[in-house]
T-cell receptor, first 113, second 116 residues
């Protein structure tokens, strides 16, 4: 069974600091997705990583993928309050004919002024 | 607005009752996915339809059923409701059903179900 694990599950940080969220998955896959969810809201797609070594950046967020280690990271640079949200990584099984995504538990990020 | 429409947004009902949640996918998307989000279980995949046919099944209870209609909208039916069914139910859609390349799911705003 495909499992996706994130850590930490909760992160409280000061504005201006850097931090990394880790996403480990249990089976072979080379498609990794990051989503953001604001409290009580829907999920918004942030990044799609499609190959080993892929790196994507948007503003203060940078995501990377290491398929050999089955690990993706979401790095936050100089955090600001607007980044406070829950971040999910998700994986679909390689060669799957469904496209369904299996999500991690989510990491709730709280950025304090 | 993501383009995925879910109704109703909120629903309060009693144990033992039956409810239907509706989802209209984004224009052009053939796949519809249903997810359940609760505090203790996280975001759980329930079921997927692709162009009217069931494509994948996840942790969906026997009391729950779904279908996708010819116009591609989907309905999730929840029956014999229990307190533990209280959750946020998301519908998502995508163009493909699992082919190569990215398969980004676009999520609706969700239907919040409260069972009293």
């Amino acid at each position: 069974e495909l499992k996706v694990e994130q850590n930490p599950l909760f992160l409280s940080m000061q504005e201006g600091k850097n931090y990394t969220i880790y996403c480990n998955y249990s089976t072979t896959s080379d498609r990794l997705y990051w989503y953001r969810q604001d409290p009580g809201k829907s999920l918004e797609s942030l990044f799609v990583l499609l190959s080993n070594g892929a790196v994507k950046q948007e503003g203060r967020l940078m995501a990377s993928l290491d398929t050999k280690a089955r690990l993706s990271t979401l790095h936050i640079t100089a955090a600001v309050h607007d980044l406070s949200a829950t971040y999910f990584c998700a994986v679909d099984r390689l060669y799957s004919n469904t496209g369904k995504l299996i999500f991690g538990q989510g990491t709730t990020l709280q950025v304090k002024p | 607005d993501s383009g995925v429409t879910q109704t109703p947004k909120h629903l309060i009902t009693a144990t033992g009752q039956r409810v239907t949640l509706r989802c209209s996918p984004r224009s052009g998307d053939l796949s519809v996915y249903w997810y359940q989000q609760s505090l203790d279980q996280g975001l759980q995949f329930l079921i997927q339809y692709y162009n009217g046919e069931e494509r994948a099944k996840g942790n969906i209870l026997e009391r729950f059923s779904a279908q996708q209609f010819p116009d591609l909208h989907s309905e999730l039916n929840l029956s014999s409701l229990e307190l533990g069914d209280s959750a946020l139910y998301f519908c998502a859609s995508s163009v493909a059903g699992g082919t190569s390349g990215a398969n980004v799911l676009t999520f609706g705003a969700g239907s919040r179900l409260t069972v009293l």
